[in-house]
C-alpha cells in the first residue's frame, strides 16, 4: 500500500531563516506530487504540483520553491522567510487516478 | 473563474442523526468531484468520490450526491457518530487539470 511522509512535524523558524520541508512517497512509482499551505481555519492553497522528476509547475507567486529530485521526494524550499509563511504545509500524491492522498502535514510557525 | 463554495460553515447535528453537508461548485466543465475529512492538526482523509457521469454514490455510512443541473454536491453521513466531527472539504476537478479546486470547509461537531 501506499505511504506518504512528511517532515518535520511541526516547525518554529525565526524570520528571515531558510526552509526546507520535505515529503516522500512509498509505493507507487511516478505519482503527481503537490504542495499545499492552509491558514487557521481556512481551505488548501495550491503552492506547486509535480508530474516528474525535475518538472515543477508553480500556482502562486511568492518566496517559496519547490523541487523534485527523486521520483518519490517533493521538497518545499525558501531562502528567507516571511511571517506570511506561517501555516500547516501539506503534501499529497495521486497516480493515474485523479484522486490526491494528503500526509500529515507540517505546522510552520515564523516568529 | 473556478470556485467551489460551502452553503454553511458549520453545521451541529445530534450522535445518531444523518448530517448533509452542501457544496455549490461554478465550473460547469467539472468532471470529477471529491470529499475530504479534516481532524485538527491532521492531514485531510478521503472520505468518497464522484464523476460527472453518476448522480450518486455511496460507500460505508456515506453517500454523495451530485445534482449537475444546478451545480450542487452534496455528502451525506449516516447515523451519525463522534468520530465524525471533524472540517469537510468538498473539490471539484476539470477533465485535464492537474489540480483540484478547493472549498473552505465545513465545521461538523456533534452533539451528545
Known amino acids: 500500500s501506499q505511504t506518504i511522509h512528511q517532515w518535520p512535524a511541526t516547525l518554529v523558524q525565526p524570520v528571515g531563516s531558510p526552509l526546507s520541508l520535505e515529503c516522500t512517497v512509498e509505493?507507487?512509482?511516478?505519482?503527481?506530487l503537490y504542495w499545499y499551505r492552509q491558514a487557521a481555519g481556512r481551505g488548501l492553497q495550491l503552492l506547486f504540483y509535480?508530474?516528474?522528476?525535475?518538472?515543477i509547475s508553480s500556482e502562486v507567486p511568492q518566496n517559496l520553491s519547490a523541487s523534485r529530485p527523486q521520483d518519490r521526494q517533493f521538497i518545499l524550499s525558501s531562502k528567507k522567510l516571511l511571517l506570511s509563511d506561517s501555516g500547516f504545509y501539506l503534501c499529497a500524491w495521486s497516480d493515474y487516478t485523479d484522486t490526491q492522498y494528503f500526509g500529515p502535514g507540517t505546522r510552520l510557525t515564523v516568529l | 473563474g473556478e470556485s467551489v463554495g460551502l452553503h454553511l460553515p458549520t453545521l451541529s447535528v445530534q450522535e445518531g442523526d444523518n448530517s448533509i453537508i452542501n457544496c455549490a461548485y461554478s465550473n460547469s466543465a467539472s468532471d470529477y468531484f471529491i470529499w475530504y475529512k479534516q481532524e485538527s492538526g491532521k492531514g485531510p482523509q478521503f472520505i468518497i468520490d464522484?464523476?460527472?457521469?453518476?448522480d450518486k454514490r455511496q460507500g460505508q455510512r456515506v453517500t454523495v450526491l451530485l445534482n449537475k443541473t444546478v451545480k450542487h454536491l452534496s455528502l451525506q453521513i449516516a447515523a451519525t457518530q463522534p468520530g465524525d466531527s471533524a472540517v469537510y472539504f468538498c473539490a471539484e476537478k476539470t477533465e485535464g487539470a492537474q489540480k483540484l479546486v478547493f472549498g473552505q470547509g465545513t465545521r461538523l461537531t456533534i452533539n451528545p
Open positions: 464522484i464523476r460527472s457521469n453518476m
Open positions: 509535480s508530474v516528474g522528476i525535475g518538472q
Open positions: 509505493g507507487t512509482s511516478n505519482p503527481n
